[in-house]
C-alpha cells in the first residue's frame, strides 16, 4: 500500500498536523518508505491468531467509588496558555 | 578520592560512614554537571537538589533514613516532577512546570533522595540517538562525535560521564538498554507492569516502562528497590509482591541456562560487536553457564510490528497535546482549526509528527485490519516465540545494537534508523524484562551485552548480571570527558 | 406514497456514581468551573485512568434488568477526536465488546398493546466537559466539571416506527434507569440524553439513509424533533432528493433541526483498544451478588399491583411508569387506604394538578401522607369525594393539614347522613 499526497494531507488532518506544500513531497516519500518496512507482515500466516493488544495478561483493577481528589483549579490553571475567569479559552467554535 | 567514579552502593556506604555528606556528595556532582559539555541535561535543579541534600543530611543525622536517602540522580524529563520544568525533550512542553508529581517522582522524594536535574532525551522518547530532542542533540562521552544512543541518551551519557550516580530511564522500544549500550553503562528494562507508569508521560502505552540506569548490576537492584511496586493510580501496574533485588545477587551461575536467538547473529551484526557479545558469552561458559541455540524466528519481524504499534498508540497518547489547557499554543489563532494545526505542528518535531501520520494512517478506516490488527497477531506470534525459548533457557543474551555509537547526524533516513532497534524491540512487544551491561569495546566504543529474562524474573536478570561483573571490570570503565 | 419511519435511540445516562469514572473527581452537578476537574481530568501528561467500581455495578444492574446478556470479559476502546471540550482528543468507551450486550424491554402502545423495543447493547464510556459559546464575545468557554462523569450509553434497535413509540421508549428507560438507581433521570441537568437515529423509506423498500439528531432534553422535543426531522425527509425524497447521512442539531427555541458542520469532517474515529487499560472480567458470584441485590423492576411492581391489588392492567401500567408515582402511591396504600380510591387519586387529580404546574411528584406540595388523611376522610365518610376535590385544592394552595380544613371550613358530613346514605 503506498499513500498519494493527497492522501498524506488527509491524514495529517485527521492527526490535527498541518504539512506545507513544500514538505509534502519528502513527507509522503518517508512516510511511503516507513510503510513498506510493513509489507513484511504480509509474509505471515496469521490465520487463527489471537491479537495481542497488551503484554499484562490480567484483568481491569476496580476502584472503590469515593472523592479522592481536591480542588486544584488555581494550580491547573496558573500554566493554562488562555484562561477566562475559570474557563479554558479556545477561539470561537461555531456548531 | 574520586566520589564520582563511586557506585550507588559504595555511596551509600560512604554516607553512612560519613565520609560526605549529602550536600557534598550533591555539590561535587553539581560542579561536574556545570563543567559538562554533553548537553546531558535539559534542566539542573540546583537549588531543589541542594535543599534535597540538605534534608537529607538532617534525616540522616536523626537516623529517619533509608538507603538512598541522600543519594543524587539524574531524572529522566520525561517523568513528572512538581514545579520543575517536564519538558519531553518537547517544545510542545517547553513551558511546562509540571503541577504534579509522577509516581516514581514522589517515591524517590519519599525516600529523600536528591534530583540533580532532568535529563535530555529524544523527544517523547521517540528516536534511538537523542538527536531528536528539542534541546539538541547529547553527546557520547566516549567520543564526543558519536550519539549517546536513544530515547535515555541523557541518562546514559551523564551516568557513563560519571556526572550522576545514577539515572532514570524509559524504554519503550530499547531506550535504556541501546543508551546504556552505546554509552557502556548498566541499563534494566523491568517487566511491563513492574514499574509505574503513573506520570511518566506516555509514548506508547502498552510498550513503556521505566528502569534504573547505573553503572553497576548492583546499583540497578538497589535502585529498582526503590523504583518498582504496586501502584493503584496505574491499571497496568501488576499488583504483585515486590521482592528485594539485592538478595539474590550471590547465586551461582553453574548450571544456568543460556539461550542464543539464532536469528540475532545473521547479517547486518557488525563483526566488532558480534566479538564483544561472544567473548562475553564465553565468560558466562567458564563461570559454568550452558549455552544453547534457540529460535526466536517472529522477532525478525519485531520492527514492522513495533512501528505500527508504538505509532497508533502514540498517535492517539499526543492528542492531549493541543493548546488549551497547558503546553505550547500558537499565536493568535484564528479559529479552532488553526489552533490545533500550528500548536501542533510548531510544537512537536518531525519525528514525532512522523510517527504520529503513521499511526493515524494505520489506525483510519480501511487500513485497522491490515496494520493495528495484523500487528498485534505478530505481537503474539513474538511473545509465543519467547515462551517456547524459555521452556528451555534461563536467560537469553545477545546484542543489544548491531553496531556501536554512530557518528551524530549520520543517519538522516527514518527507515534505517528504525533498523538499529531491531535486537531491542520485540522485548517491549512480548512484556519481558531485558537489561545491557557493559561487555567490551569496538573501536574504542562501548559495546553492551543484552540479557533478557521471562516474565517478572528480574532478580535472576541482575544476579546474571552481577556475577559477569565480579569476573569482569567493563563496568568500572569511564570515559575521560566530562 | 406511504412513508415507513425507522427509529433508533441512543440514550446517554449519568451514572450517580460519587466519583468520576476514572478518577477521584467529585461527579457532583452545579460546580464552578473546573473546579471538580482533576489532573486526570484534564488529561495532563502521564496520567492513568482506573476504573470505578460502582460504574461497573451499575451498568450490570441495567443489563440484568434489561435480560440482556452480560459480556464477562468487556474492552475499553479510544474514541480519538478533537474537540475542545475532549481533553485527551479521545474519549474512553466500549467498542467491539460491550458490557452489557443484546436485552429488550416492553413499550405500553396507544392502542392499549405492547410492543417489544431490542436493546442492541449498552456501554461504559466518560462523559465530554461543556463548550459555553455565549459567555466571550471571540471564545468558546471550557467547563471541564462534568469531563470523565460516567455515562451508560443504551443503544436500541431501530425497532419503532413513530415519535410516540420513540417517546414511550425513552419514558421506560427513565423510569428504569430510576427503579434499579443508577441515573437520577434529570434531563434539565443533562443526566438523560437522547440521540435519534431517523430515517423513513418507501413502504416494503429497504432501510433508508439515517440522519442523527443530538440535543434533545425533553420528551416533548423529542416527540417534536422525531417529527421533524421525519418531514423534513419526506420532502426531500418526494422532491427526488437525498438524505444525507448526518448529525442534526435540534433547536427547540427555533423548533428546527441543522446540520451540525462541526461534527460533520472527517469522522474517523480511530478506535482501539485503550492500552492504559485491561480487560474489564465479570466473575459469576458478582453477577449473582448484583443480582440479588436488584430492586423490584416496573415490570414485576406491575405485575404485583394486578395480582396482589387487583389493580387493572391501565391503572397498574401507569401508576409505575414513574418510579417516584409508584412509591408515592404505595406510602398511601401502605398506610392501609383504599386501593383503587388511592389510585383514583394520585392518576387523577394528583397527576393533573403536577401536570398543570409542572412539578415532578417528589416535589408535590401534598405528601403521600397528606393524601392518605384525604383519602381517609372519603373512606371514613367524614367528607365526600366531591368535597374532596374541594379540599385537595385548598391543601394544594394554602398548604394546610386536610383536617384543618375541614374543621375550618364546616366541611364534615352529618354521620347520620352518611349513614342513612349508606342505608340506601
Not at chain 3, 441515573?183 to 416494503?204: I, Y
Request: with cysteine; hydrophobic share 35%.
Amino acid at each position: 500500500m503506498s499513500l498519494d499526497k493527497k492522501q498524506v494531507k488527509e491524514i495529517a488532518y485527521l492527526a490535527r498536523l498541518s504539512i506545507e506544500d513544500v514538505e509534502l513531497e519528502q513527507s509522503t516519500s518517508e512516510l511511503n518508505n516507513i510503510l513498506s518496512l510493513m509489507d513484511d507482515l504480509n509474509e505471515i500466516d496469521t490465520g487463527d491468531v489471537e491479537p495481542m493488544a497488551h503484554p499484562l495478561h490480567m484483568s481491569q483493577r476496580l476502584r472503590d467509588d469515593e472523592v479522592t481528589e481536591e480542588n486544584l483549579a488555581e494550580e491547573f490553571q496558573a500554566i493554562a496558555p488562555k484562561i477566562g475567569k475559570s474557563h479554558f479559552l479556545v477561539p470561537t467554535v461555531i456548531e | 578520592m574520586m566520589m564520582h567514579n563511586l557506585s550507588v552502593a559504595a555511596l551509600i556506604k560512604g554516607l553512612k560512614n560519613k565520609d560526605f555528606s549529602s550536600v557534598e556528595l550533591t555539590q561535587h556532582y553539581l560542579n561536574r554537571i556545570n563543567k559538562s559539555k554533553l548537553n546531558a541535561f535539559i534542566s539542573v535543579t540546583e537549588n531543589l537538589a541542594l535543599a534535597q541534600a540538605n534534608e537529607a543530611d538532617l534525616k540522616i543525622a536523626k537516623g529517619d533514613n533509608t538507603p538512598l536517602t541522600g543519594i543524587p540522580y539524574a531524572h529522566k524529563d520525561i517523568f513528572c516532577t512538581k514545579g520543575v520544568k517536564t519538558s519531553a525533550g518537547s517544545k510542545m512542553l517547553d513551558s511546562f512546570i509540571s503541577p504534579y508529581d509522577a509516581t516514581l517522582s514522589h517515591k524517590f522524594n519519599s525516600e529523600n533522595m536528591v534530583m540533580l536535574g532532568k535529563t535530555n532525551m529524544d523527544e517523547f522518547a521517540m528516536g534511538s540517538s537523542n538527536e531528536n530532542s528539542y534541546y539538541g542533540p547529547v553527546k557520547n562521552p566516549w567520543n564526543l562525535k558519536k550519539i549517546p544512543g536513544g530515547s535515555s541518551g541523557g541518562s546514559a551519557a551523564a551516568v557513563a560521564s560519571r556526572i550522576a550516580p545514577f539515572a532514570t530511564g524509559t524504554d519503550t522500544g530499547g531506550s535504556i538498554r541501546q543508551p546504556a549500550s552505546l554509552c557502556g553503562i548498566t541499563g534494566l528494562k523491568p517487566t511491563y507492569g513492574r514499574v509505574s507508569r503513573y506520570g511518566m508521560i506516555a509514548y506508547a502505552s502498552s510498550l513503556d516502562q521505566a528502569g534504573p540506569m547505573t553503572q553497576t548490576a548492583e546499583d540497578a537492584a538497589i535502585v529498582l528497590n526503590a523504583m518498582a511496586g504496586f501502584d493503584n493510580k496505574d491499571s497496568t501496574s501488576a499488583a504483585k509482591e515486590t521482592p528485594d533485588y539485592t538478595n539474590q545477587l550471590t547465586n551461582s551461575l553453574d548450571g544456568l541456562k543460556i539461550g542464543l536467538p539464532k536469528e540475532f547473529f545473521s547479517s547486518g551484526l557488525d563483526e566488532g560487536v558480534e566479538k564483544v557479545v561472544m567473548h562475553a558469552i564465553k565468560e558466562y561458559e567458564s563461570m559454568g553457564a550452558k549455552i544453547q541455540e534457540v529460535s526466536l524466528p517472529n522477532s525478525m519481524h519485531a520492527i514492522p510490528t513495533y512501528y505500527i504499534v508504538a505509532p497508533c498508540e502514540c498517535s492517539s497518547n499526543l492528542s492531549r497535546f493541543d493548546g488549551v489547557r497547558y503546553g505550547y499554543r500558537c499565536e493568535d489563532p484564528k479559529d479552532l482549526d488553526d489552533l490545533y494545526l500550528r500548536s501542533r505542528s510548531e510544537g512537536f518535531g518531525k519525528e514525532v509528527k512522523r510517527r504520529i501520520m503513521i499511526g493515524a494512517y494505520a489506525l483510519s478506516a480501511g487500513y485497522y485490519d491490515a496494520y493495528y490488527l495484523k500487528a498485534q497477531k505478530v505481537r503474539q506470534l513474538i511473545s509465543e516465540d519467547f515462551k517456547k525459548a524459555f521452556q528451555s533457557v534461563d536467560v537469553i543474551m545477545g546484542p543489544v545494537a548491531p553496531t556501536p555509537a554512530f557518528d551524530l547526524g549520520s543517519v538522516k533516513d527514518p527507515v534505517s534508523m528504525y533498523l538499529a532497534d531491531i535486537y531491542t524491540l520485540s522485548v517491549n512487544l512480548a512484556g519481558l524484562p531485558g537489561m545491557s551491561i557493559p561487555a567490551g569495546f569496538s573501536k574504542e566504543l562501548p559495546v553492551g551485552l543484552q540479557l533478557i529474562g521471562n516474565h517478572w524474573s528480574e532478580e535472576l536478570l541482575l544476579n546474571t548480571a552481577h556475577q559477569f561483573q565480579l569476573k569482569t571490570d567493563w563496568h568500572t570503565s569511564s570515559p575521560i570527558e566530562l | 406514497m406511504t412513508w415507513e419511519t425507522v427509529i433508533g435511540l441512543e440514550i446517554h445516562t449519568q451514572l450517580k456514581t460519587k466519583s468520576k469514572i476514572f478518577s477521584g473527581a467529585s461527579t457532583e452537578f452545579g460546580a464552578k468551573a473546573n473546579t471538580q476537574a482533576c489532573a486526570v481530568d484534564l488529561g495532563f501528561p502521564g496520567v492513568l485512568p482506573v476504573l470505578n467500581k460502582e460504574a461497573v455495578r451499575m451498568a450490570l444492574r441495567f443489563g440484568l434488568a434489561v435480560n440482556a446478556t452480560i459480556n464477562k470479559h468487556s474492552i475499553f476502546a479510544r474514541k480519538n477526536y478533537f474537540y475542545p471540550d475532549l481533553p485527551k482528543g479521545y474519549q474512553i468507551s466500549q467498542f467491539e465488546i460491550p458490557i452489557v450486550g443484546n436485552g429488550a424491554i416492553d413499550i405500553p402502545l396507544d392502542n392499549g398493546e405492547k410492543k417489544m423495543v431490542g436493546i442492541t447493547r449498552a456501554h461504559l464510556e466518560e462523559d465530554a466537559g461543556k463548550s459555553i459559546h455565549d459567555l466571550y464575545d471571540d471564545y468558546t468557554a471550557i467547563d471541564l466539571n462534568r469531563a470523565g462523569t460516567p455515562l451508560l450509553e443504551i443503544v436500541s434497535d431501530p425497532d419503532m416506527s413513530n415519535a410516540k413509540e420513540a417517546v414511550a421508549y425513552a419514558k421506560k428507560i427513565h423510569a428504569l434507569v430510576q427503579y434499579i438507581d443508577i441515573c437520577d433521570g434529570n434531563m434539565q441537568e443533562g443526566s438523560f440524553r437522547c440521540d435519534a437515529n431517523v430515517s423513513v423509506r418507501r413502504a416494503g423498500e429497504g432501510l433508508g439513509t439515517r440522519a442523527e439528531i443530538k440535543n434533545i432534553n425533553s420528551f416533548k422535543f423529542l416527540e417534536k424533533a422525531i417529527n421533524l426531522e421525519v418531514e423534513r425527509q419526506i420532502d426531500i425524497l418526494e422532491d427526488g432528493g437525498s438524505v444525507a447521512q448526518e448529525t442534526r442539531l435540534y433547536d427547540s427555541i427555533k423548533n428546527e433541526t441543522r446540520s451540525m458542520r462541526s461534527k460533520e469532517e472527517a469522522n474517523d474515529y480511530r478506535y482501539f483498544p485503550d492500552p492504559d487499560l485491561l480487560p474489564v472480567v465479570i466473575d459469576d458470584e458478582l453477577l449473582k451478588e448484583i443480582k440479588d441485590r436488584l430492586p423490584e423492576l416496573p415490570t414485576e411492581k406491575k405485575a404485583r399491583f394486578i395480582d396482589k391489588l387487583g389493580l387493572s392492567e391501565y391503572d397498574a401500567e401507569n401508576l409505575t411508569s414513574q418510579k417516584a408515582m409508584a412509591d408515592y402511591y404505595e406510602i398511601i396504600i401502605d398506610k392501609g387506604a383504599d386501593v383503587k380510591l388511592s389510585a383514583n387519586w394520585v392518576m387523577g387529580e394528583l397527576s393533573a394538578s403536577l401536570n398543570k404546574n409542572q412539578i415532578d411528584i417528589q416535589d408535590s406540595p401534598i405528601s403521600a401522607s397528606e393524601l392518605f388523611n384525604l383519602i381517609s376522610r372519603i373512606t371514613d365518610n367524614t367528607i365526600s369525594g366531591k368535597i374532596a376535590k374541594d379540599v385537595f385544592r385548598l391543601m394544594w394552595d394554602e398548604k394546610r393539614s386536610v383536617d384543618e380544613i375541614i374543621k375550618d371550613q364546616g366541611l364534615e358530613q352529618m354521620t347520620d347522613v352518611g349513614a342513612l346514605e349508606s342505608s340506601h
